[in-house]
């Protein structure tokens, strides 16, 4: 996966790794073998009548190949150290963009599960250095490898036992490296919960949306001791980890360099016993001390690639995360819905409930409804009565527990998405405020019409948000919100005339407009719905207000109450009817008396 993931992200990098480290890993025995040579040599000049010059001309061509051998070692370790850090850089922003692009495919009930924030806190944790490392660690795995068996080859032909007794002395330190890898991840692992939470207290104390509140409360030390009770219950939990594996790793430690020195003492004993040169001496001690050090790094590479693999699944296993779209766990399988032949044209429920995940109660029970094209519905009820809910439904943001939704005749959940979506419009009551120009802020309502000026200001006429824009000094390209360089931030009324006409841009088929006036003034919003009224002219307008008089522009209304419909129909039938939105009408109206 890691391989895969690195080709399509920059393969020029992972071909030019391949090539340094085949190189780099006959490098040490190149250089081991020209020292041997060098020595040999001069140990036999120093036994001949002195010539220096003549003498120095016979072992220049050794001195010569090592110092190139050096030398293209120093270009290809340098060469390696810049296509790990290009490669590096390209995979950690493709997995990035992977992660994102799984947020989005997702259904929305993942986003009510705690569970999916702790493996997606994971990911992105994970992603910006787990897969480049174990590219790395399988690289120079391989490079140590290969530079071990030239080592073996030369060792084995000296003694078989000291070579044996070489690499069994760095068996246990893996062995304990190996166990604490096991034990670190499932530390990691477990902590996605309270990293979770310490980058909310960090967001608390940095960004503007919370700072008014901070510091009028005086909150700001209480979150900064939370933040630290919680760093010192992790920290505290790494210290114990790390000062057991210590004690355990410095006395195998140890015992292999105790192994590394019998050896260092073995080959002294034989040059002096004049079994061996001097030359094959210094040849046999360089290669002992870089083989126990290369092979001490194959050991530890194998574990760094085990617990990289480890945190690898858990990114593997989000990036496959099922959408979860359909009542079945499955993504829709239609790419694209046709009005069916004979279908009724507009929107129907039909038994619809709807149980948010993990409660028992339920938003939506047992819903029947019938919302024809060109008809304007009004939704009313008391807080929690399922409006919102409603909405979401009806943009197939959540598929029902029971019953379904149909649009023309067709399921919701049969639809593509991207299609669906194109033909509904829609303002939430939490809509966002994004950080960006105020062209952008309404192009986002339909992105292929970004650049169509005249198309953003006709939504922004109907919205009210040209007022908005004829008091910025630098009209549609003005930055908003206070993140960025020279950001400006609205009122909450501006927002939302902003956020409207986001939603009137996509001249979609269904306009929803929950709580679209929430934040304006009685008179901005006469005048709004007297605009919202000519340009939805003929189209399915779903509205959502707790303001009496917004929803008398309904050709219907529905009232909700605890999830279910307890009354429907025009202000005057409902008036007449002297029931539930009778009693709400007349209780709101009396605060204006």
């Known amino acids: 996966m890691s391989f895969r993931l690195?080709?399509?992200?920059?393969?020029?990098?992972?071909?030019?790794?391949?090539?340094?480290?085949?190189?780099?890993?006959?490098?040490p025995a190149m250089q081991a073998w020209m020292g041997k040579l060098i020595v040999d040599g001069v140990v036999q000049l120093m036994q001949q009548p002195a010539e220096p010059l003549r003498g120095l001309s016979t072992v220049m061509p050794y001195i010569l190949a090592e110092f190139f051998i050096i030398f293209m070692n120093s270009v290809l370790a340098q060469?390696?150290?810049?296509?790990?850090?290009?490669?590096?850089?390209?995979?950690?922003?493709?997995?990035?963009?992977?992660?994102?692009?799984?947020?989005?495919?997702?259904?929305?009930?993942?986003?009510?599960?705690?569970?999916?924030?702790?493996?997606?806190?994971t990911a992105r944790a994970q992603s910006s250095h787990r897969p480049i490392a174990i590219i790395t660690s399988v690289f120079t795995l391989s490079q140590n490898l290969i530079s071990l068996l030239s080592f073996i080859f030369i060792?084995?032909?000296?003694?078989?036992?000291?070579?044996?007794?070489?690499?069994?002395?760095?068996?246990?330190?893996?062995?304990?490296?190996n166990r604490y890898s096991r034990v670190n991840f499932r530390l990691q692992s477990l902590r996605a919960p309270e990293a979770r939470q310490m980058n909310y207290l960090e967001q608390l104390l940095t960004n503007d949306v919370a700072a008014k509140e901070v510091k009028v409360f005086a909150l700001g030390q209480t979150v900064i001791d939370r933040h630290a009770s919680i760093f010192r219950k992790l920290f505290d939990e790494d210290m114990r980890l790390a000062k057991s594996h210590f004690w355990k790793a410095l006395f195998w430690d140890f015992l292999s360099n105790t192994g590394f020195y019998a050896a260092y003492v073995f080959v002294i004993f034989n040059?002096?016993?004049?079994?061996?040169?001097?030359?094959?001496?210094?040849?046999?001690?360089?290669?002992?001390?870089?083989?126990?050090?290369?092979?001490?790094?194959v050991l530890d590479q194998i574990n760094r690639l085990y617990e990289n693999g480890l945190f690898m699944d858990n990114i593997v296993a989000f990036l496959g995360m099922p959408e979860q779209i359909g009542k079945d766990g499955q993504p829709a399988s239609v790419p694209s819905a046709s009005v069916a032949q004979g279908s009724w044209p507009g929107i129907e429920f039909r038994n619809v409930s709807f149980r948010y995940p993990g409660q028992e109660g339920w938003a939506i029970r047992?819903?029947?409804?019938?919302?024809?094209?060109?008809?304007?519905?009004?939704?009313?009820?008391?807080?929690?009565?399922?409006?919102?809910?409603?909405?979401?439904?009806?943009?197939?943001?959540?598929?029902p527990t029971e019953g379904e939704i149909l649009l023309d005749g067709v399921r919701l959940q049969d639809y593509d998405p991207l299609q669906l979506h194109k033909k509904i419009g829609v303002l939430f009551q939490d809509f966002v405020h994004y950080h960006a120009t105020l062209r952008e802020n309404i192009g986002f309502g339909s992105?292929?019409?970004?650049?169509?000026?005249?198309?953003?200001?006709?939504?922004?006429?109907?919205?009210?948000?040209?007022?908005?824009?004829?008091?910025?000094?630098?009209?549609?390209?003005?930055?908003?919100?206070?993140?960025?360089?020279?950001?400006?931030?609205?009122?909450?009324?501006?927002?939302q005339k902003v956020a409207l006409a986001r939603a009137l841009l996509r001249d979609s088929e269904?306009?929803?407009?929950?709580?679209?006036?929430?934040?304006?003034?009685?008179?901005?919003?006469?005048?709004?719905?007297?605009?919202?009224?000519?340009?939805?002219?003929?189209?399915?307008?779903?509205?959502?207000?707790?303001?009496?008089?917004?929803?008398?522009?309904?050709?219907?209304?529905?009232?909700?109450?605890?999830?279910?419909?307890?009354?429907?129909?025009?202000?005057?039938?409902?008036?007449?009817?002297?029931?539930?939105?009778?009693?709400?009408?007349?209780?709101?109206?009396?605060g204006y008396v």
């Open 6 to 27: 690195a080709m399509e992200a920059d393969s020029g990098s992972v071909i030019a790794l391949a090539v340094c480290v085949s190189l780099l890993a006959i490098t």
């Open 510 to 590: 269904i306009l929803i407009l929950d709580e679209p006036t929430s934040s304006i003034d009685a008179e901005s919003e006469f005048r709004l719905f007297e605009k919202i009224a000519d340009v939805t002219a003929g189209k399915m307008v779903i509205l959502v207000s707790h303001r009496f008089g917004a929803v008398r522009m309904a050709d219907k209304i529905l009232v909700l109450k605890k999830g279910e419909i307890e009354e429907m129909g025009s202000h005057d039938e409902l008036i007449g009817k002297d029931g539930y939105y009778a009693r709400l009408f007349r209780m709101q109206a009396s």
């Open 366 to 399: 047992n819903l029947n409804l019938a919302v024809p094209r060109g008809q304007k519905l009004a939704l009313v009820g008391e807080n929690g009565s399922g409006k919102s809910t409603l909405i979401k439904l009806m943009c197939n943001l959540y598929q």
């Open 271 to 297: 040059a002096i016993a004049r079994e061996i040169t001097l030359g094959s001496m210094t040849l046999y001690l360089s290669l002992f001390r870089q083989s126990q050090g290369i092979f001490q790094s």
């Open 155 to 177: 060792l084995l032909a000296f003694s078989v036992t000291i070579t044996l007794v070489l690499f069994a002395a760095a068996i246990p330190l893996f062995l304990i490296q």
């Open 447 to 495: 992105v292929e019409h970004l650049d169509d000026a005249g198309r953003i200001m006709n939504a922004a006429r109907h919205s009210g948000a040209d007022d908005v824009m004829e008091q910025l000094s630098k009209g549609l390209d003005t930055m908003l919100g206070r993140q960025f360089h020279e950001g400006l931030e609205l009122s909450g009324g501006q927002w």
């Open 79 to 121: 060469r390696r150290r810049l296509a790990e850090q290009s490669l590096g850089v390209s995979l950690a922003q493709l997995l990035n963009a992977r992660i994102m692009q799984t947020a989005i495919r997702l259904d929305l009930t993942h986003f009510e599960n705690d569970e999916f924030y702790n493996q997606m806190q």
